[in-house]
């Protein structure tokens, strides 16, 4: 469910707060994109990671955010006030009518349902406040290797339906009609 806190937008889980990309948070997102064991092997293009690499993007995500072009969020447990991942819409594109779903969850964090949370509150947001304003799709890409994500994506409902070639590697991309 969307709702505000002290720091504004934020959507919300059954244990994560998922909140806008900002600046308070850099550094703990730094770290998530240098843990190799999360990142290396599924998101090679962005790990390693230098500061002004992840200031620069960091920054453009939030001036996408702010004029709703994306809504890269980050996952902080609501218990520990630990940042565990970082999931929503990487581009919302008015034009298409589709918004690309990503996420990351730690490695610790992994296999406790968290990615299925920001999933469907994702999801609910979408079909709450993106699907007026033209939406219809949720598309989302992966390494063909990611096992974890297509299982996830298949799970999900999501179909395959192309591929694409980003960083030297071939991506799957799959889509979700949004009812
Ligand atoms: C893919 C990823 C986001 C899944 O996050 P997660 O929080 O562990 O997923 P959940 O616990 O919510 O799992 C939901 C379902 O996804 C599938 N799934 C998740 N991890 C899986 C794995 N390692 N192997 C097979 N299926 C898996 C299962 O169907 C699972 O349901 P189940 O636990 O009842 O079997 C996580 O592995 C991750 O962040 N990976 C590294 C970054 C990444 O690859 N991001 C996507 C880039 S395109």
């Excluded at 959507?11 to 990309?21: D, E, H, I, K, W």
């Excluded at 770290?31 to 293009?45: C, I, R, V």
Aim: with cysteine; net charge neutral.
């Amino acid at each position: 469910m969307a709702g505000a806190t002290k720091e504004g937008f934020a959507l919300n889980t059954p244990r994560l707060v998922m909140l806008p990309p900002e600046e308070v948070r850099d550094e703990q997102v730094l770290e998530l994109y240098n843990d190799e064991s999360t990142m290396l092997p599924w998101l090679p293009f962005l790990c390693p990671m230098k500061p002004e690499a992840m200031k620069k993007r960091r920054n453009f995500h939030r001036l996408e955010y702010q004029e709703g072009r994306s809504m890269f969020l980050d996952l902080v447990d609501r218990e520990t006030g630990e940042l565990v991942g970082t999931s929503g819409f990487r581009t919302i594109e008015y034009k298409s009518g589709e918004a690309e779903w990503g996420v990351v969850i730690r490695k610790p964090h992994q296999r406790r349902g968290l990615c299925l949370e920001a999933y469907q509150a994702s999801l609910e947001y979408l079909k709450k406040e993106l699907r007026s304003q033209g939406i219809l799709k949720l598309i989302a890409s992966t390494l063909p290797s990611n096992e974890p994500m297509i299982t996830f994506l298949l799970k999900m409902g999501l179909a395959k339906r192309g591929t694409h070639t980003f960083g030297g590697n071939e991506w799957q991309d799959y889509e979700l009609q949004v009812q």
